[in-house]
């Protein structure tokens, strides 16, 4: 009986420890009330140096001649291809549970990605 408390004991020390661990690798992340309302766009513009991707996020509105950078995210190399990974992680369980999106190019008059690249 002795040896079964230590055993439950020692089990508990551990989960305690693994909880600990996990609190400090937690990060907190503060959500502004201007950035938590977001902004809308429908326009990707993507363009990369050696050194960075430039993701500039435009909202083209019917019948105007003009559109406007509504944000631009500027990223390494390495979180572009995090971004990527996670985008398509996401898309597929988005897909699983609501069925697959369709993208029709032709529809809108304009590429809903554009991409350039620079060097």
């Known amino acids: 009986m002795q040896n079964m408390q230590e055993l439950t004991y020692k089990k508990i020390n551990v989960m305690e420890e693994q909880k600990k661990n996990q609190n400090q690798n937690q990060l907190n992340i503060e959500l502004k009330e201007e950035i938590a309302q977001g902004v809308y766009s429908n326009l990707a513009i993507i363009s990369h140096s050696s050194s960075e991707f430039v993701l500039d996020f435009v909202r083209i509105m019917p019948g105007l001649p003009k559109a406007e950078v509504k944000s631009r995210i500027i990223l390494t190399p ?14 597929g369980k988005f897909e699983t549970t609501y069925g697959k999106v369709n993208v029709d190019e032709r529809r809108s008059g304009f590429s809903p990605l554009g991409t350039l690249g620079y060097n």
């Open 78 to 91: 390495e979180h572009a291809k995090r971004l990527l990974l996670a985008l398509s992680e996401n898309m």
